[in-house]
Every structure is written in structure tokens, then in C-alpha cells.
């Protein structure tokens, strides 16, 4: 795939603000990234969006009927609309006419879609959601891991999602040797629940790791780990916790800065510099969730995820995309697997 | 003890900044605030403290040998030296000579040592760690329990955090009809692992509480609850983190405001402004962790407390007992323990 252009099919129907936005992110999309985008959903709705953005950009529209609904149970939803745009979509990546999917639309669908239709990776109990989170330090970022996809996990689920996440970091985001954390409540190895205590061990004897030990709430964004394992249930609250505190701490900014003469011309005169605060602070610029162990490559964006965000997932993919990321997670995967199914 | 002065024994050998800080924030507060404070600790090292102050205080110092060190097992630790400054200080709210004990030393040593001398409130599993964070209502605080006292739960041990929260929410922190909430991956009550499934449940049945559902992490802040449970094992990681947050905003701040002419000239004018940002971001500001659930009144504040924080310790020390928080506890649970215990 590495030389001809990655094809993304790009759920046009899934999210608070489709097919709007999620049409307008895929058209810049295909017109700077160098990317084929696939648009699937509901062809008129599409033609509509389409026609007020007066492009000449010709993206292909593959038909499919609905939407699982937020409300609706992911499984079912799946099962019961085999013609919903996440799965028709899904199903392009199965059929070899698309490399990755993209979507903003329920996430458990995706998830239940992904793994009925293309199913996991040979080795892998359980897919996880990895996401990239800025760090204090400007050049270096963090992939967290599980964000959501597993709430109860066993620690060959972690250590899995360690060895994806090894990987990912890797060959996409490009660290050498990637410093690999376990998250948790102390910094030594005897402290944690029953989950952390036994997971530490597995990394600890994971020879294909590069594991350097326990990482701290404090340490998630200290740029100290490229990456840091937890179940998706914390990895979940702490990830929600973390997108909202970048806006609040902007609303703060918001109401404190200009107050007074000298504020409001203090505020004035940085406008430049909070914008560069704004960017590096705001979840919106950096992208949505890899889906990491099955067989495809998924990014599942936000709900709320409006042009910018669907641009940036298109990114993601197409990054994933190139640098082979399946193929690496399957071999070294193989590799590693003898010693890590001895473990538990 | 209503109306005579709080009397709280302040462990002056714990922490990072001990006893030099313990000791300036324990007599600024028995300056301001009212209280009586006990320094238990080596006297030679608290005296030669005092000297610096140059003060007229005269605060009572009860001898003590030693500390339990931050490596040290907690239990062992309080067993294998009972003379050691934590000890001592439970000792005497034991013996009704304080009524609250205020550490910043090593936090298992504190907890098993409140457990052991002071033993549980009738009716209560397992003390939890409650803390109060700011929200983005300036008005409102969220209190979060547990933070770290338990890291594998049960949903009955939940549920008894969620009404110690309750009283001490109603009648410390003054909230009329306080909101409970229960950390969870998502609002419909179908969402969650295990313990948050079936904790939702007791919750829902327990009339003695104003249970509004489940806070997502991005909710945590938002001023919608008033208390907040969780499992100690994501509550510490999410208090650790909501801490480096702050910390992470202000260096960001410090970074890219002074940049170029404008910056500097604008972030000099915003100077008064940025302090007020400062005071409602930084943690050192807000106090400490309250042990609920055990025989007494225990105020655990960080290892890094210096002054300010060992002051506003000491307040919610005094706080906690000018609104006899623990008559509440035990009566309020009396009543309802009959339906608690009912539950599981």
C-alpha cells in the first residue's frame, strides 16, 4: 500500500454534526493529504453537502441505508441494519476497496461492526482504543490505551495492549524506543489493585518492551511515557476528564484575562500567543481513537467531531495506513506471542 | 465541641517539607483561624523551628520518636513503632486530648494507623479518602471519594462513600440537597464494568441520598455534582492528574504568553489577572484529603504540603469539627444502614 494513494472510507452518516461536517473534513481531506476518500452513507444527503461546498473534487459516494442510533445497543444494531453506513463501510475494508474507516457515529457500533466484519488480529483477546494526548513537552506526545473499548480487562489484555501500543508508537508516531508505562496509583511495584499488581509482572518479563514501570495520574502528560497501559475504564474517565479540562482551563482564561483596563489591553495585545495556547491545549487538534487489534484499521472520532476533527482522523488513518501498521502489529505480534500466552 | 476552640494535633514530622513547613502553617493557623494545634514530633527539631519565627505562640508540642518512612510498609510501620509521631497524634484524639489529627506524611501510614487506633465507624466497610476539587461554577466544589484509600471495591463499599459524602457534603461543605454522582464511562445507567453496574443500582434504590446517575469524567469539573464516588484506584489516578493539569496550564502560560514585544508588555499588564488564574487553578490552595469512615477526624494532606496547604488543612480539620462531622456520620448511617445492609 506504502506507494499508491490510502483509500479511507469515511462514515458520512455518524455524528452530532453529519453529514455536514463529516463531508466537508473528508473534502479537505482529499485535497491536501493526498488521500481517496470514500464517502458512505445516504447518496442524497451527501450530493446535497457536496453541491454547497462548489468543489470539483470528485469523491466517490458508496450508498448505505441509516444509522445505528446512539441509543440503540451496539450488537443488535449491527446485526439488525446490515446496510448502515458503519457497516457498508467496514465492509469496503473487508473487501479490499478501502485500506481504513472512519467514523464519528456510535462508537460501540464501530467497535461491534469492526470486529464482526473483519475480526482480530490472530493473538489478540481484545481490540483496545489507543488515543494520542499532547504532553508538557511541545515535541513529544502520549498514546494511551484502552480509552474505552474494554471495562473489565485481564492482564493479557493490557500486556496485549501494550505490545499494539509498542508498535503503533513505533512505526506511526516514530519514537525509536518506546518508554512503556503501566498506570497506576504509586510509583512502586507493589502498589495497585489486583489488575495493576498482576499486569506488572507480564511487562516486566515482556522481553519485546521497552516497560519503565508504573506511570501516576501525574505522569500521563509529563512526557516521560510514550506509552501508557490501563483499562478502558479509567483510560475512559481520564480521557474525558482530560478533553474537558483543556476547555475549562480556556473559559478560565476567558473570564479572568480581560478583566480590568490593563486586562482588557494586556488580552489585546497577546491575542497571538493565546491562539498557540488554545492550539496547544484543545482535544479538537489532535485527532480521534485508533482502534488497535482488529483486523482493519479504525479510527473512531468524537461525536461531537465537526470538519477539523474528521480531517485529522483522516490523517490518523491515512498515517496508520502507511506505515503498514496491520502488518507490523501481525509479525511482531507472532513474535512475542509464544512468550506472552505462557504468562497467564 | 461546638463552642470551645477545635484542638488538632498536627503530625510535625510528616512530609517532605518537615517540620519546617508543618510548623509555620500550624502557627499561622492557630494565628488566624481559632484553633488549637498540638505539634507532635522530636521537640528539639520543632523548638529550633519555632526560634526562627521569632514568635509569641505558645503551641503545646507532644513529644514523639521518629516517623514511618515513605518506603516502609504501612502496616508494619505503625506496628513496629508505636511512639512514631503518627501514632502519637491518634493516640491523642483517642484519648479525647484533640479532636482531629492533620499528617503529610506517609498516607497508607496515616490510614492504617487512624484504623487501627481509632478503629471504623459502626456500619462502614472501609474508610475512604474524600477530596474537595474546584469546579467551573467559582461558586460550587465537587467532593470525590474514594482517592485512594481502596483500590479493589465493592459496590456496597461505594455506596457507604456516597453517604459519608453525602453528610459531610451537607453539613461541611453547606450544599442543601447535595447531588450525587457516580463515575462511570457514560450517562445511561447500562454503562459501566462490573462495580459501577451494580453500585448504580444501590444507589438508585438508596433513599437517603439524591442520586442524579453517572459522571462522565468530563463531568467531574462541571458543577452539576456535589459528590462524586469512585473506586480509590481511578480516583487517585484522576486526582493525580487533575493536579499536573493545573500545574501543566500554568507552565504553558509561563511559555507562550511573553513571546515577542506584545507578549511581554501584554503579560506584564495581566500580571494581578494571571495571579487570580493562579489561585483558582492550583491545588495548594485547596487543602487536603479527608479520611471519612473512620473514629475520628483525619485530615491526610500531601507529601509536598508546604504552609499554605498545611493551613488550609488545618481548617478543614476545624471545619470537619465545628460541624461534628462525625455524629452526623454515625447517626445518618444508623438510619439507613438497615436498607444498606439490605442490599447486598
Not at 483596563?261 to 498557540?276: D, F, Q, V
Request: glycine share 10%.
Amino acid at each position: 500500500m506504502g506507494s499508491t494513494q490510502a483509500r479511507i472510507a469515511v462514515d458520512a452518516m455518524g455524528g452530532d454534526f453529519a453529514p455536514g461536517e463529516i463531508v466537508a473534513g473528508a473534502l479537505r481531506a482529499q485535497a491536501e493529504l493526498g488521500v481517496e476518500v470514500l464517502l458512505v452513507g445516504d447518496p442524497e444527503q451527501i450530493k446535497a453537502v457536496m453541491k454547497q461546498h462548489n468543489t470539483s473534487l470528485q469523491l466517490e459516494i458508496v450508498p448505505a441505508e441509516g444509522i445505528i442510533e446512539m441509543h440503540e445497543e451496539p450488537l443488535s444494531g449491527i446485526r439488525r441494519k446490515p446496510k448502515a453506513s458503519i457497516n457498508v463501510a467496514m465492509d469496503l475494508v473487508k473487501q479490499g476497496r478501502a485500506d481504513a474507516v472512519v467514523s464519528a457515529g456510535h462508537s460501540g457500533a464501530a467497535m461491534a461492526s469492526a470486529l464482526l466484519r473483519l475480526g482480530r488480529i490472530k493473538g489478540i483477546d481484545r481490540p483496545a482504543i489507543g488515543t494520542v494526548l499532547p504532553t508538557m513537552d511541545a515535541n513529544k506526545s502520549v498514546l494511551i490505551l484502552d480509552v474505552g473499548a474494554n471495562v473489565d480487562c485481564r492482564p493479557k489484555f493490557l500486556e496485549q495492549f501494550a505490545v499494539m501500543g509498542n508498535v503503533y508508537s513505533q512505526y506511526v508516531l516514530g519514537v525509536d524506543q518506546p518508554k512503556v508505562g503501566l498506570l497506576n496509583i504509586g510509583e512502586e511495584s507493589s502498589k495497585g489493585n489486583d489488575l495493576a499488581l498482576r499486569t506488572y509482572e507480564l511487562l516486566e518479563q515482556n522481553s519485546s518492551l521497552t516497560f519503565i514501570g508504573n506511570a501516576e495520574g501525574r505522569d500521563v502528560l509529563s512526557g516521560r511515557f510514550d506509552v501508557i497501559v490501563c483499562d478502558g475504564f479509567v483510560g475512559n474517565v481520564l480521557l474525558k476528564f482530560a478533553e474537558a479540562v483543556g476547555e475549562i482551563l480556556l473559559q478560565i482564561l476567558r473570564e479572568e484575562l480581560p478583566r480590568g483596563w490593563r486586562g482588557r489591553l494586556g488580552a489585546m495585545l497577546l491575542k497571538p500567543n493565546l491562539r498557540r495556547i488554545k492550539q496547544r491545549v484543545d482535544h479538537a487538534e489532535h485527532g480521534g481513537g485508533l482502534l488497535l487489534g482488529v483486523d482493519g484499521i479504525c479510527i473512531i472520532s468524537h461525536g461531537s467531531s465537526q470538519a477539523p476533527s474528521v480531517f485529522n482522523a483522516i490523517r490518523l488513518a491515512k498515517e496508520a495506513v502507511d506505515h503498514d501498521v496491520l502488518d507490523r502489529i501481525r509479525s511482531q505480534y507472532q513474535k512475542i506471542q509464544a512468550a506472552a500466552t505462557n504468562e497467564e
